[in-house]
């Protein structure tokens, strides 16, 4: 199970730091990400990052988001810099694991909202 927090309100320009803990390890899982879906929107990759450190970005959100790991204990964060308010949105950790022992887990969400 994966639980996403850190959301909230801020101002354009502000940041916010999102954190997904899993409640398993996450040393095995090949691919952590950060999806969003904004009002009226499908939900959109945000960012990723793969178990050795590889990283990808939306280009709505390079420069400006940065994802981290930590298996050690099994958090995933996403810093967010100079948001903006189309950054609103709700969003959610991903966990994905390849081959034999396939998994594709969601967390709940958190909500972001940006204000003008």
């Known amino acids: 199970q994966l639980q996403a927090s850190g959301g909230g309100l801020v101002q354009a320009g502000g940041s916010l730091r999102l954190s997904c803990a899993a409640s398993?390890?996450?040393?095995?899982?090949?691919?952590m990400g950060w999806y969003r879906q904004r009002p009226g929107k499908q939900r959109e990759s945000v960012a990723l990052i793969t178990t050795g450190g590889n990283t990808n970005y939306a280009e709505s959100v390079k420069g400006r988001f940065t994802i981290s790991r930590d298996s050690a204990k099994n958090m995933v964060y996403l810093q967010m810099a100079s948001l903006k308010p189309e950054d609103t949105a709700v969003y959610y950790c991903?966990?994905?694991?390849?081959?034999?022992?396939?998994?594709?887990?969601w967390g709940q969400g958190t909500q972001v909202t940006v204000s003008s």
């Open positions: 991903n966990a994905k694991r390849f081959g034999n022992a396939k998994l594709d887990s």
């Open positions: 398993g390890s996450i040393s095995s899982v090949n691919v």
